[in-house]
């Protein structure tokens, strides 16, 4: 019996397509390197940010991605709160990196993937490709909520002293929650659209 040398298993290539593909919660085909409007699907984004923990997975309950994603959207104006909803909906197909590796010279290569990834997400839901400062603020605004409620007390500062946290307190949803959520907040927005 020959022994396998090779471990990895190698797929045809795609053709027209570069580099390789995921398979995505609905069974479709996503490549990560060569990311198009027409293969993103709001199932899966809902899908995959729910089950996504924010911080790496070292807050102290489970936190999600969508649960973080559908809150920032009722902090902005209505006119950005589909861009807010779907702020991280790249980390979807390639995962929440922590800050201080995301933002490496080491990984500048992950963050044109993810600009990448986000160009498609912004056609796919026709929202302009520049983030929005009402979500960018809130999404500093949520990281300073979500830092006092889901973080046990930091050994330093996360340089948030002068951030103004919401008053709202964190639910800590369940993944299916956390989705259905989120799925409903897309609705909804689409529906005033």
Known sequence: MEEQSNIEHAREP???RKGDWIQ??????FWPIDPRAEDVDIVDIAHA?????RFTGHSASFYSVAEHSFAT???VPDKDALWALLHDASEAYLLDLAK??????????????????QAAVCEHF?????MPA????????MLATEVRDVMCPPPASWGLEDVIPYT????????????????????????KA
């Open 100 to 117: 201080p590796v995301k933002m490496c010279k080491e990984m500048s290569g992950y963050r044109v993937l993810e600009d990448a990834v």
């Open 73 to 75: 959207s009722y902090m």
């Open 24 to 29: 995505t919660y609905t069974g479709k085909q």
């Open 134 to 141: 009402s979500v960018k603020e809130a999404d500093l605004r």
């Open 168 to 191: 709202m307190k964190v639910q800590c949803m369940q993944p299916l929650n956390a989705k259905r959520a989120f799925l409903s907040r897309y609705a909804e927005l689409i529906k």
């Open 49 to 53: 940010l729910s089950q996504l923990c």
């Open 126 to 130: 026709n929202i302009p490709k520049e």
């Open 14 to 16: 795609a053709p027209g």
